[in-house]
């Protein structure tokens, strides 16, 4: 039997918790679909039931934000863990819960599926021993794993740093810090002066960072380029220049970070238009105000939309919740309007800030440096970048062709790994734009399923039935 609500949201972290608990308060029935066990997305994973649920260790923004998404999911939202989405087609979605396909019918969908970390292919970077920051602090908030033996963090951003505190403060300490970004020039800094004036709370934040590396006495090789990492059956060493010297350290485990970019699988599997975003070097789903894509009725919102960061992702959902309400009638748009005019401050002011970001941790080498032809880009098939030149040499004009004749993407990932590598290589060989190369156009189910979950789907001749 089909079940049919107002709205399905896809993915629990901030962003989708909010949106929830913004409909909930409308009277909208909402239903919070996330296919992990429990509910908080990347930021606030292990906020219900973590090593870290309810410490400050791991700072105070990921305290008060995990009592902030425990009090919101305690308060009777229909959150459905452990629930991966199989299947969308027109205004049914199908999920696998505990092995069983289900199937919920709405007319508003809501996309708050969160980024996923930017891969970093770089020589050696398929070794057993290389991994992204991102994923070891999601060891570290669920399950309080750390780091053991000498290891690195390698590349750039504000989540590098964070996690190098974190890091610091659980005795946890890294050998280096491998820096990929250039140094922010004075001058722009000061051209986000109100911004940073605005923020200067996340300002303070972002030095006690450095100051806390720089107190652990932690090295910095800064501006580093020809990085490699080097091993046999696993990591053993990590080569690079830094201010023109060439470096080897002795490592067990290399963590690196260039950022993160919105997880769009679901946006452009559902045919969702999508721009080039240079500030960000990503793709992301073209949307209006109020978050709606160009497909009507679907919204995109948090960092799925493009990265704001994690304070600002709940505005946005509550963004998509008035604008829900008011296309079922239980707002009139200027209740709707006064209703979103706070959220819209906030956004502004947030984005304002993530300007200055964006322009102070570009990524380096995994979105402007040319990708050694040895190196791995697709992990699933074993495709080095010199395959996908030479594809591009005997015609290949797009990811769907460099596919066909290499098959980099026909994995179990379908591109979501490879595919910035893919279109960035296309377009450096052909002199286009990665707007103009595009993405790959992944297709249902978005990870691999068993035949057996397949069987238990309803039939869609008695679906037909029960709509009637």
Request: aromatic share 4%; glycine share 10%; hydrophobic share 45%.
């Amino acid at each position: 039997m089909i079940e049919t609500v107002d709205a399905v949201i896809i993915g629990a972290g901030p962003a989708g918790a909010a949106a929830a608990a913004s409909l909930r308060e409308l009277g909208i029935a909402s239903v919070l679909l996330d296919e992990r066990p429990e509910a908080g997305g990347n930021i606030y994973r292990g906020a219900l039931g973590g090593a870290f649920a309810r410490s400050m260790s791991l700072g105070k923004d990921y305290a008060s934000g995990a009592a902030w998404l425990r009090e919101a999911i305690s308060s009777g939202l229909d959150v459905r863990p452990s629930s991966a989405v199989s299947r969308i087609d027109a205004d049914v979605v199908s999920y696998d819960s505990g092995g069983t396909i289900r199937r919920l019918r709405t007319r508003h969908l809501v996309l708050a599926t969160g980024a996923i970390e930017r891969a970093m292919p770089l020589p050696g970077w398929t070794l057993p021993g290389v991994m992204g920051v991102g994923a070891a602090q999601l060891l570290m908030k669920q399950s309080g794993l750390v780091p053991d033996g000498r290891y690195v963090l390698c590349g750039n951003g504000p989540l590098l740093l964070l996690l190098a505190k974190q890091l610091i403060d659980l005795g946890a300490l890294p050998a280096a810090i491998v820096e990929t970004g250039r140094r922010t020039p004075i001058r722009t800094a000061f051209s986000h002066g109100p911004a940073l004036l605005e923020h200067r709370a996340s300002v303070a934040k972002g030095l006690g960072f450095l100051a806390a590396i720089r107190q652990a006495g932690i090295p910095v090789y800064r501006d580093a380029r020809s990085i490699r990492v080097e091993g046999d059956a696993r990591v053993r060493a990590i080569r690079f220049t830094s201010a023109g010297q060439a470096h080897e350290l002795a490592v067990d485990l290399v963590l690196c970070h260039e950022g993160i970019v919105p997880n769009i699988q679901l946006s452009l599997t559902l045919g969702c238009a999508h721009d080039w975003d240079d500030a960000q070097a990503s793709f992301r789903p073209r949307v209006d105000a109020w978050g709606e894509t160009s497909r009507p009725g679907t919204f995109a919102i948090g960092d799925c939309a493009g990265i704001l960061g994690a304070a600002a992702a709940p505005h946005s959902g509550r963004l998509a919740a008035l604008a829900i309400a008011s296309a079922l009638d239980r707002l009139r748009p200027a209740q709707r309007d006064q209703l979103a005019s706070l959220e819209r401050r906030h956004l502004l002011s947030e984005r304002r800030f993530r300007h200055f970001l964006d322009d102070a941790y570009r990524p380096a080498l995994s979105a402007q440096s040319p990708i050694a032809d040895e190196v791995v880009v697709c992990r699933c098939e074993r495709i080095a970048a010199n395959e996908v030149r030479a594809a591009v040499r005997d015609g290949a004009r797009g990811p769907a062709q460099a596919k066909v004749f290499t098959r980099c993407g026909m994995g179990p990932c379908q591109g979501r790994v490879c595919g910035p590598a893919v279109t960035r290589i296309i377009a450096e060989e052909t002199g286009q734009s990665r707007e103009e190369i595009g993405n790959y156009h992944p297709r249902f189910p978005l990870k691999p399923m068993v035949l057996a979950e397949l069987a238990t789907a309803p039939d869609e001749e008695a679906d037909h039935a029960d709509a009637a």
